[in-house]
């Protein structure tokens, strides 16, 4: 007990200093408060994506020549191009102007007078298949024609169907389907909607976390390699201990980190639950953000794992950047760390696909990967209880070893001034007791 009431006093003042003069810079405030504007306009995108689709209308005059086509036939080429929405005031990206019989000289003339956006000819050759005909200036390879294919596609086996004497609606009619568990009760009851949802946020979550151990941990090397350059880092050894430098500038840099990464993920936060009424003040329907998967279990595992994998990360990056005297070798320095940090970020996207295989199980537990793989089976829902508390502790444990081994690293950095960094090099200073 004696031993953490000597760290952390010492830790404490070096983590204030340190926490205090980075926020208080003017790029910090400048950088983070243009950050967190561009991530809440971010958050937008989906409302100028909307705006730009409802005000975004094309007319097609459809002249059908063809005799004997499925009743249904507008129906079908309406449902393809523009959705099977329930709302019958919703937007149409494509308004069909239907003219059986109707005349194609005429409909010509419409269309060189800009009325109509495209012609559409529907007749039949001479086996009795639709033939279409479109006529437009806009690119074969553009938006309309792409559009347009497909329904014209789903138009033409309709007309086929109906010619055989049956249906699409008659071919997918429901049938009976039995499923039953081979022992016990059925399992999970998780869909393939719920899968996907959980897929995706576990792969977004997971990219939060590498992005903030890569970006800030890099922070907090060139924050060491800075002041090691300066020589400020000699004279603060004389009156501290380097466990409690190191300790002392990872939690203030750190905090400083988190202070700016948790502002930005605010905005992105305040941004989506700000979409249903600037979406409805722009766009004029209602519409809300969405939060699928994202249970107060998952926020707290993701917050548990994102402090922890920051803080293990962060002492090794202090550590390395304590071996350099300038700021521009920490890169260089820091190279083997990143190799590991990026091996777990390809493992837990790698994972997601085979979330309940043996290797991704144990891996979960590996404290440089658990960050990634344990949360992505929190946020899937395969994870036992018992199994994210040994996570837990296990992180615990190798932060405390990296806190040990950082120290000795870091207080031998500080006598290596323009020499090269290499592997025996580390090793050597680990072992050495200062």
């Given at each position: ?10 830790a ?20 983070t ?28 005059a ?5 005799t ?10 309406d449902?393809?191009?523009?959705g ?10 494509y ?9 194609v000289?005429?409909?010509r ?15 039949r050759?001479a ?7 479109i ?32 249906s ?45 151990i ?7 090397a ?6 090691k ?68 279990s ?20 202090a ?18 760390l ?14 997601l ?13 590996v ?13 899937a ?28 690293i870091y ?8 020499q ?15």
């Open positions: 007990m004696s031993g953490w009431r000597t760290l952390f006093p010492n404490w003042y070096i983590a204030m200093r340190e926490y205090r003069g980075r926020v208080r810079a003017r790029s910090f405030v400048i950088g408060g243009l950050l967190a504007v561009i991530a809440f306009g971010a958050a937008q995108l989906p409302i100028l994506i909307d705006l730009s689709l409802s005000t975004s209308q094309t007319r097609v459809v002249v059908v020549t063809a004997g086509m499925p009743s249904d036939s507008l129906a079908v080429l449902r393809q191009l523009n099977q929405s329930a709302d019958p005031n919703a937007h149409k990206a308004v069909l102007s239907w003219m059986p019989g109707g005349d000289a005429s409909a003339k419409d269309l060189e007078a800009g009325k109509t956006g495209a012609l559409l000819v529907i007749d050759d086996a009795g298949d639709l033939r279409f005909s006529r437009t200036d806009m690119p074969a390879d553009g938006r309309v024609v792409q559009s347009m294919t497909p329904a014209l596609t789903s138009l033409e086996i309709e007309d086929r169907l109906f010619r055989a004497g049956t699409t609606a008659a071919l997918l009619a429901p049938y009976d389907l039995t499923v039953s568990p081979v022992k016990g009760s059925p399992g999970g009851g998780r869909d393939a909607s719920t899968e996907i949802s959980n897929y995706l946020l576990s792969t977004g979550l997971i990219v939060l976390i590498f992005m903030a890569v970006t800030y941990g890099v922070w907090v060139m924050s060491v390699a800075e002041e350059g300066s020589r400020v880092m000699e004279l603060m050894l004389n009156a501290t201990t380097p466990m409690q430098m190191l300790a002392g500038k990872m939690l203030g840099n750190g905090a400083a980190a988190l202070t700016q990464y948790g502002l930005i993920l605010a905005s992105v936060v305040g941004g989506l639950l700000a979409q249903a009424p600037i979406h409805k003040a722009v766009v004029g329907t209602e519409s809300s953000a969405q939060f699928g998967g994202l249970s107060p998952v926020i707290g595992a993701f917050v548990v794992l994102f402090i922890l994998g920051f803080t293990l990360y962060s002492l090794l990056y550590a390395l950047g304590s071996l350099v005297s300038r700021q521009e070798d920490v890169q260089s320095a820091t190279s083997p990143m190799v590991m940090i990026m091996a777990g970020y390809f493992m837990s996207v790698a994972g696909q085979a979330i309940d295989e043996t290797w991704v199980r144990v891996a979960s537990f404290p440089f990967f658990s960050p990634y793989l344990m949360l992505a089976r929190v946020s829902g395969h994870v036992e209880a018992w199994e994210f508390g040994l996570a837990v502790v296990l992180l615990l444990a190798a932060i405390a070893v990296a806190l040990f081994v950082a120290a000795r207080s031998a950095g500080v006598l290596l001034y323009g090269r960094v290499g592997l025996r090099q580390i090793i050597r200073a680990a072992r050495v007791p200062r």
